[in-house]
């Protein structure tokens, strides 16, 4: 059982910035990725930015050099660093995380948080 809860989400103006920070509960089990994705309305969901258990990242091209995913797994926590934002950055954004289970190795599986709004707006 895991349980993400995002927060950090909010209103800024354009070439603001915003922290998000998504917290993985619960025991028993070893996360190995962890991700944003955002949806906006009318839009299918995408993938914003993903970090491995030993830091790798990957990141979607339109925030390339503007948003920074990182981890601190002693917290199970990952964040997103989201500067220079644009308006077409507003969306919902979602923590994801893939992990194992400690007993049952076999027992792989993906969660998900509940969203925060981030709204890109003058």
Same mark, same amino acid.
């Given at each position: 059982?895991?349980?993400l809860v995002e927060s950090g989400?909010?209103?800024? #103006?354009?070439?603001?910035?915003?922290r998000l920070s998504c917290a993985a509960s619960g025991s028993?089990?070893?996360?190995?990725?962890?991700?944003?994705?955002?949806?906006?309305?009318?839009?299918?969901? @995408?993938?914003v930015a993903t970090i491995t258990d030993d830091g790798s990242t990957n990141y979607a091209d339109s925030v390339k050099?503007?948003?920074?995913?990182?981890? *601190?797994?002693?917290?199970?926590?990952?964040y997103l660093q989201m500067n220079s934002?644009?308006? @077409? *950055?507003?969306a919902v954004?979602?923590?994801s995380s893939f992990q194992v289970a400690s007993a049952l190795p076999a027992y792989r599986y993906t969660s998900w948080? #509940?969203?925060?709004?981030v709204t890109v707006s003058s």
């Open positions: 059982q895991v349980q989400g909010g209103l800024v #103006q354009p070439g603001g910035s915003l028993g089990f070893t996360i190995y990725n962890m991700g944003w994705y955002r949806q906006a309305p009318g839009k299918q969901r @995408e993938l050099g503007r948003f920074t995913i990182s981890r *601190d797994n002693a917290k199970n926590t990952v934002l644009k308006p @077409e *950055d507003t954004y979602y923590c948080g #509940q969203g925060t709004q």
